[in-house]
């Protein structure tokens, strides 16, 4: 998003906000958007979007227009931002060198020499809870104005109810601050694990380089790539899917890449490709280790020329869009087989991304998860704020998830359903089939002051009980290693 001075208004910029809501944007950027066009828009030096972090209890710059470090972290109760923050009120001061509340420390770290300070807390309305603080510093051509005072209170609302409706929103909607969930709107996540899996997303978003994303199925390849898509250059034009393992071998050709009137019976009329389709932006190829053999050289010419032929057609034609594939198969075992072209192996994973599957993030991600669906379907579902019983929280950390995220966003969805009081219990998640996970969850208790690990760590000892201290029948219904069983069930108990 991009603005020239003069063209830029009050208003576009809480119509370009609204616009970002439903992407995989990245939120610093979709932040930094913000604050570069809110100080234009006001005419100030610099602008800066403190958030309350609700996990560390203090106020840190999410982004700010501060070419000069990576980020501020401060105390709630120190300096300007802070009294924003913890009076939820706007501040308006003409000379911050005079005025007790100001705190010279980030003039002093940053270099900036701060004159005029304007700032209102970011929440969802006049008597919500406050999120973070918008702040812009340093008016030209005078001090800030009361009318520039009631606009940026009413953009504090409009970025407080946006972060709402992100994966930035708060945990507790009923007290302060928000969870930093993870960089990119709509994909939760902060596990060690995912941190070099965004790192790269972030990198190969500036670039048109062809990604190939690899993981189990149910890892989420498809919402990454879509990240890719709308945090690029491309990001306004289309973001066509091919599903490889849903094309029948007569009809793969026609569906990349068209066909014309009368090329085969039933073709009444000439239809674009999905190739042709994407021109402009992001062609993603899910599974394409499912691509039949017969289609993988037209597909290698394309990868390589960028011309393809609608079936029936013999004009060549061209098309201008980047290249994302995912595939959950081990393509280096299918080119020695002999079933896929190494030629189009290595032209498709110019840049590769391995998604960890959800068992290797950590319980702690499990159940981050676990908490950002029940939110989200309760929202959906019209059922009260959500809340865990310890003993599925138990359930949750203990399954293997062979399914990965789509799994558990089924699991919570089902027991969000079967929930109308709001509690989620074992036996509302759905039916488990035997060998996933403990069947005889329902009625463990599990006190509700046990970390994680101790709380997996008690429900496999449970488990362990209820098969009469057999380890291999109960690795086998909570679906871990027999080990793991061992293991968890020597862990010391309270």
């Known amino acids: 998003?991009?603005?020239?001075?003069?063209?830029?208004?009050?208003?576009?910029?809480?119509?370009?906000?609204?616009?970002?809501?439903?992407?995989?944007?990245?939120?610093?950027?979709?932040?930094?958007d913000v604050t570069g066009a809110l100080a234009t828009a006001l005419r100030a030096e610099r602008a800066t979007i403190w958030l309350v972090d609700a996990e560390q209890g203090d106020l840190v710059t999410r982004v700010a227009v501060l070419p000069e470090v990576g980020q501020l972290r401060q105390p709630l109760s120190r300096g300007v931002a802070g009294h924003v923050a913890s009076h939820a009120e706007v501040v308006r001061i003409d000379e911050a060198a005079s005025?007790?509340?100001?705190?010279?420390?980030?003039?002093?770290?940053?270099?900036?020499?701060?004159?005029?300070?304007?700032?209102?807390?970011?929440?969802?309305?006049?008597?919500?809870?406050?999120?973070g603080v918008v702040q812009v510093l340093n008016r030209t051509g005078g001090p800030f104005e009361e009318s520039d005072e009631r606009y940026l209170e009413a953009l504090g609302i409009q970025l407080g109810r946006a972060l709402a409706m992100t994966t930035l929103r708060a945990e507790d909607v009923s007290g302060p601050g928000l969870v930093l969930r993870g960089p990119f709107n709509r994909i939760v996540g902060r596990s060690p694990a995912m941190e070099g899996v965004y790192e790269r997303i972030a990198l190969c978003a500036q670039t048109d380089a062809t990604v190939l994303l690899r993981g189990q199925t149910g890892t989420g390849k498809t919402l990454l790539a879509r990240a890719i898509h709308v945090n690029g250059a491309r990001s306004g034009g289309p973001f066509v899917t091919v599903d490889c393992t849903t094309l029948p071998d007569q009809l793969v050709e026609s569906e990349l890449f068209g066909h014309e009137r009368g090329a085969f019976t039933g073709a009444e009329r000439t239809v674009p490709g999905k190739v042709e389709l994407a021109?402009?932006?992001?062609?993603?190829?899910?599974?394409?280790?499912?691509?039949?053999?017969?289609?993988?050289?037209?597909?290698l010419r394309f990868l390589q020329e960028r011309t393809y032929e609608r079936v029936g057609g013999r004009t060549s034609l061209t098309t201008d869009c980047r290249i994302l594939c995912a595939t959950h198969h081990d393509l280096e075992r299918r080119v020695e087989e002999g079933t896929f072209r190494r030629d189009l192996y290595y032209r498709v994973r110019v840049v590769q991304i391995d998604v960890p599957?959800?068992?290797?993030?950590?319980?702690?991600?499990?159940?981050?998860?676990?908490?950002?669906?029940?939110?989200?379907?309760?929202?959906?579902?019209?059922?009260?704020?959500?809340?865990?019983?310890?003993?599925?929280?138990?359930?949750?950390?203990?399954?293997?998830?062979?399914?990965?995220?789509?799994?558990?966003?089924h699991w919570i969805e089902s027991a969000v359903v079967l929930a109308p009081d709001g509690v989620l219990r074992t036996d509302r998640f759905p039916d488990r089939p035997p060998g996933r996970t403990v069947a005889a969850g329902d009625g463990v208790l599990v006190p509700h002051d046990l970390s994680i690990d101790e709380a997996r760590a008690a429900y496999v000892r449970a488990t362990l009980e209820r098969c009469d201290g057999n380890k291999a029948e109960a690795a086998r219904r909570l679906g871990v290693s027999r080990n793991t069983v061992a293991k968890l069930a020597a862990t010391s108990s309270r």
């Open 99 to 131: 005025d007790t509340r100001f705190d010279p420390s980030a003039d002093s770290r940053t270099g900036f020499v701060t004159r005029s300070i304007l700032a209102a807390p970011i929440r969802e309305g006049a008597e919500a809870p406050v999120r």
């Open 279 to 299: 021109d402009g932006g992001t062609l993603f190829l899910d599974e394409i280790g499912d691509l039949p053999p017969s289609m993988q050289g037209k597909l």
């Open 1 to 32: 998003m991009t603005y020239a001075p003069a063209a830029v208004t009050r208003l576009s910029l809480l119509v370009d906000l609204a616009s970002m809501l439903a992407r995989e944007v990245d939120l610093d950027a979709m932040l930094d």
């Open 357 to 409: 599957g959800l068992a290797e993030r950590g319980p702690d991600e499990i159940l981050r998860l676990a908490r950002h669906f029940a939110d989200l379907y309760a929202a959906r579902y019209g059922r009260p704020e959500p809340r865990f019983d310890p003993s599925a929280l138990a359930a949750l950390v203990a399954h293997s998830w062979p399914g990965n995220v789509r799994e558990l966003e």
